[in-house]
């Protein structure tokens, strides 16, 4: 293995039937740093349909298997999982920062959440519990049980690298199923240390198999006829060929989408809380988060006062290399990322939105060879810009204005998404009305947009998610289906609903 200034250079290969190969077709593709473009992390297989398709014939074998091995055992293999990733949190956050650029601080806790996440499911391994209910005939039982479906196709983006395929495959695995991974080609680093950890963990080969690649092998996943669940995370247009793709083969889909979340702050809010929200819930991760606190709505009475201090606390944040000390915010994932962010903000001052901060990308060094762009806040932005409704997936934060709470909700729920939002109120009455009145998955009081934990549902509404939800024990409703069993042990034909029982 070759070590460049930044650190090790990796050749890996796929993952199928438990073993590394390459690509049927021999071609590989580039990861390389966003902070540094010299900087080649390593190559990975540019994969065919074909491969997609033998890594799905794996696991529909392993399935026989699998499904049959104990839950409690399957969650032991987790158990070791999570230990391996624990071992070597600090090595696997410093080849995530270096592929996708977020803050060490960020990529550690990234790291944590596949943790928690793959703790949580080995805990489910002696639990996943179905129902017994009393019979309403005599001598009869009644009860539930969760049972796997088979081969699932996990379809990952970028932004959240360990932490995401966790919250898919942990659960998948726990269930019974087995799964063919396909992580975004930009952060296939991380989704290789994941696999790799599982293979030393002790997963019998063709339970998890890994295919990096683009979009066709995305598509094999949707429509191969093996493959009963898809579990995807990306950005909506995606999402919707997803699930046109699976929806003539009656899959079930999981879908985790767009945002353009929201933070609403009324006039007796604790300022320097909300400030200190805004910056961390609009910056963090570069504001490639899809609960990103992409908008803020601010009551009229403080409105200037939050956007001053706000504005001179994103001023100071230092921006780099996500492995240097000191550094806040790191670069764009991409290139394209961070033509989208430049696209936004002429968008934004063609709308006539005020650009407070910001606006333009970095250049120079140590920028010159990253994709780098300046924190930016716009104010007086009005509800109906684009920049207040499409999601912008960058540094860049939309300030409005409101007169009351019912407005700040009306503004906050009049997006096509509905992933995330927040208030800071000190009157528990209004705290109430927008947690019942905004329409998203997830919502916070006195916190900003993001800081989901991996034991309560994950996920959101409209055009975020379509229903199901992942992390918690609702994960395992994605991965799993009920069964309802009755059995009678009564000797005789007994009747729902038509035989009355005699007290
Ligand atoms: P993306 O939609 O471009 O890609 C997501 C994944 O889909 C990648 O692995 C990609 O290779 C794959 N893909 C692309 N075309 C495909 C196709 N035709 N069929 C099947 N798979 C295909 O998203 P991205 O740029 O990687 O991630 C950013 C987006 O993800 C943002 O919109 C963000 O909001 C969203 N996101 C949502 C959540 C959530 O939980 N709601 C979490 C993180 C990110």
């Known amino acids: 293995?070759?070590?460049?200034?930044?650190?090790?250079?990796?050749?890996?290969?796929?993952?199928?039937?438990?073993?590394?190969?390459?690509?049927?077709?021999?071609?590989?593709?580039?990861?390389?740093?966003?902070?540094?473009?010299?900087?080649?992390?390593?190559?990975?297989?540019?994969?065919?349909?074909?491969?997609?398709?033998?890594?799905?014939?794996?696991?529909?074998?392993?399935?026989?298997?699998?499904?049959?091995?104990?839950?409690?055992?399957?969650?032991?293999?987790?158990?070791?999982?999570?230990?391996?990733?624990?071992?070597?949190?600090?090595?696997?956050?410093?080849?995530?920062?270096?592929?996708?650029?977020?803050?060490?601080?960020?990529?550690?806790?990234?790291?944590?959440?596949?943790?928690?996440?793959?703790?949580?499911?080995?805990?489910?391994?002696?639990?996943?519990?179905?129902?017994?209910?009393?019979?309403?005939?005599?001598?009869?039982?009644?009860?539930?049980?969760?049972?796997?479906?088979?081969?699932?196709?996990?379809?990952?983006?970028?932004?959240?690298?360990?932490?995401?395929?966790?919250?898919?495959?942990?659960?998948?695995?726990?269930?019974?199923?087995?799964?063919?991974?396909?992580?975004?080609?930009?952060?296939?680093?991380?989704?290789?240390?994941?696999?790799?950890?599982?293979?030393?963990?002790?997963?019998?080969?063709?339970?998890?198999?890994?295919?990096?690649?683009?979009?066709?092998?995305?598509?094999?996943?949707?429509?191969?006829?093996?493959?009963?669940?898809?579990?995807?995370?990306?950005?909506?247009?995606?999402?919707?060929?997803?699930?046109?793709?699976?929806?003539?083969?009656?899959?079930?889909?999981?879908?985790?989408?767009?945002?353009?979340?929201?933070?609403?702050?009324?006039?007796?809010?604790?300022?320097?809380?909300?400030?200190?929200g805004c910056v961390w819930g609009g910056f963090g991760t570069t504001g490639q988060r899809c609960t990103a606190a992409s908008r803020v709505v601010v009551h009229e009475r403080v409105y200037a006062r939050f956007l001053d201090e706000f504005s001179r606390r994103v001023k100071q944040l230092r921006v780099g290399d996500g492995a240097g000390d000191g550094v806040q915010m790191g670069p764009s994932i991409s290139e394209s990322q961070l033509e989208t962010v430049m696209r936004y903000v002429k968008v934004g001052r063609e709308e006539g939105a005020r650009l407070v901060i910001g606006g333009s990308r970095l250049t120079g060094e140590p920028y010159a060879r990253g994709w780098f762009h300046e924190p930016t806040i716009f104010a007086d932005v009005m509800p109906s810009m684009r920049i207040a409704r499409e999601e912008i997936f960058g540094p860049v934060v939309s300030v409005m204005r409101c007169g009351s709470l019912e407005e700040a909700i009306g503004i906050g729920n009049d997006v096509s998404y509905g992933l995330s939002a927040s208030i800071y109120t000190r009157d528990i009455n209004k705290a109430f009305t927008a947690m019942r009145d905004m329409y998203t998955g997830i919502f916070y009081v006195n916190a900003p947009t993001i800081g989901a934990e991996v034991h309560l549902p994950f996920g959101g509404t409209k055009a975020t998610g379509n229903g199901h939800r992942e992390a918690g024990i609702a994960a395992l409703d994605v991965f799993s289906e009920w069964k309802s069993i009755y059995i009678d042990f009564s000797g005789r034909l007994q009747r729902a609903q038509i035989d009355t029982q005699e007290l």
């Open 1 to 276: 293995m070759h070590r460049s200034e930044h650190g090790r250079f990796a050749a890996c290969a796929n993952f199928i039937d438990g073993r590394w190969i390459a690509s049927a077709s021999g071609r590989v593709f580039e990861n390389r740093n966003p902070a540094d473009r010299d900087d080649l992390i390593g190559t990975f297989p540019e994969s065919t349909p074909q491969d997609a398709t033998a890594a799905i014939t794996a696991a529909e074998r392993a399935y026989a298997t699998w499904r049959l091995f104990p839950a409690p055992r399957r969650a032991e293999i987790l158990y070791r999982a999570a230990q391996l990733i624990a071992e070597r949190k600090e090595q696997l956050a410093r080849d995530m920062t270096r592929e996708m650029g977020k803050v060490l601080e960020e990529t550690r806790g990234d790291v944590q959440e596949a943790i928690d996440m793959t703790f949580f499911m080995a805990g489910e391994g002696r639990r996943l519990y179905g129902q017994t209910v009393p019979s309403e005939l005599k001598d009869k039982f009644a009860m539930s049980v969760r049972q796997p479906l088979g081969v699932c196709g996990v379809i990952t983006p970028w932004n959240f690298p360990m932490a995401i395929p966790s919250w898919k495959i942990t659960p998948a695995l726990v269930c019974g199923n087995t799964v063919v991974f396909k992580p975004s080609s930009l952060t296939p680093l991380s989704a290789f240390n994941f696999v790799k950890i599982l293979e030393e963990a002790g997963i019998p080969g063709g339970v998890i198999n890994l295919v990096t690649g683009g979009a066709d092998v995305g598509t094999v996943l949707c429509t191969h006829d093996a493959v009963k669940v898809v579990s995807f995370t990306g950005s909506t247009a995606v999402g919707r060929l997803v699930n046109q793709n699976a929806a003539p083969g009656f899959k079930k889909v999981h879908l985790e989408m767009g945002g353009k979340n929201i933070v609403m702050i009324m006039d007796d809010a604790d300022l320097e809380l909300a400030v200190d």
